[in-house]
């Protein structure tokens, strides 16, 4: 699983509490946000307690954070991003019976929150369930159709189902949104995305083919070599597959393709 709770600008608050601590007492709290510009006013209690939970999170201290979490959902039972957040703890401990029901909830609270939608996807993904996963990433897109790490989250559901020519162009869509999201899987908001495709070789196979009809020889020289090295054994398809066709000749698609020559097992001299 991965996913993005917290706007870039709340990076140098998290690192700038101790990697050792395992208690966010309020004094450590208030000492990260005395490193906000001197023009943001002073974060309230309120805000703070939501920090704590967002840095719980970004510790991967799942535990923590749903205890943090479901303190502010008491207070605040109808705040989507809340409830999105502690799906998305939950979904931490791969516990996914709390986190879809939290993810629904936050749906019901707000019918226009995408990311919900997503995430009640990842966890039919999870489950295996791809036809269902692909209706919620699909119901997302309808609200959202900028959010690259959602198309992502489409291939790969269609990929497992395999259907791979709707993988390729839910690939496409991500990757013209957003041109690292196949290396980073990117995606503003609370997003969770899947935690691995049934087949990686043959998944990288037909990343290197979305990159190659896209005519970014880079990128899939990348990946055809990740599916080469993961052991796929029918990479070497890519030289007469037309959907390689626009860079093919690159020498750096070529590249891939030289015989790596074993290491001699002969004990050194």
Not at 125 to 150: C, F, G, N
Not at 195 to 206: A, D, E, K
């Amino acid at each position: 699983m991965k996913y993005s709770l917290m706007p870039v600008a709340f990076l140098s608050l998290i690192f700038a509490v101790p990697s050792h601590a395992q208690r966010l007492s309020p004094v450590a709290l208030r000492q990260v946000t005395a490193a906000q510009p001197a023009s943001q006013p002073e974060m309230t209690p309120r805000q703070l307690a939501e920090l704590r939970a967002d840095i719980f999170m970004a510790r991967k201290m799942f535990p923590e954070a749903i205890q943090s979490y479901e303190h502010l959902v008491k207070e605040e039972p109808h705040n989507a991003v809340l409830l999105n957040k502690l799906g998305i703890a939950y979904e931490g401990i791969h516990n996914d019976g709390p986190a879809e029901r939290n993810f629904k909830k936050a749906i019901k609270a707000d019918s226009t929150y995408a990311s919900a939608y997503n995430n009640v996807g990842t966890v039919e993904y999870d489950r295996h369930k791809y036809s269902h996963a692909i209706e919620w990433y699909q119901k997302t897109l309808a609200l959202r159709p900028d959010m690259a790490a959602v198309y992502y989250n489409l291939g790969c559901a269609y990929f497992d189902a395999k259907e791979y020519p709707e993988a390729m162009d839910a690939f496409q869509h991500a990757i013209q949104l957003d041109p690292h999201v196949m290396t980073a899987n990117g995606g503003g908001g609370s997003v969770v995305q899947p935690r691995g495709t049934s087949n990686q070789g043959l998944f990288y196979f037909y990343v290197a083919r979305t990159y190659a009809q896209l005519g970014n020889a880079e990128r899939c020289a990348h990946y055809l070599k990740m599916a080469r090295d993961i052991g796929y054994d029918k990479f070497a398809s890519a030289k007469t597959d037309p959907g390689f066709a626009k860079v093919i000749a690159d020498p750096q698609v070529q590249a891939v393709f030289i015989p790596v020559p074993e290491l001699a097992n002969s004990k050194p001299h």
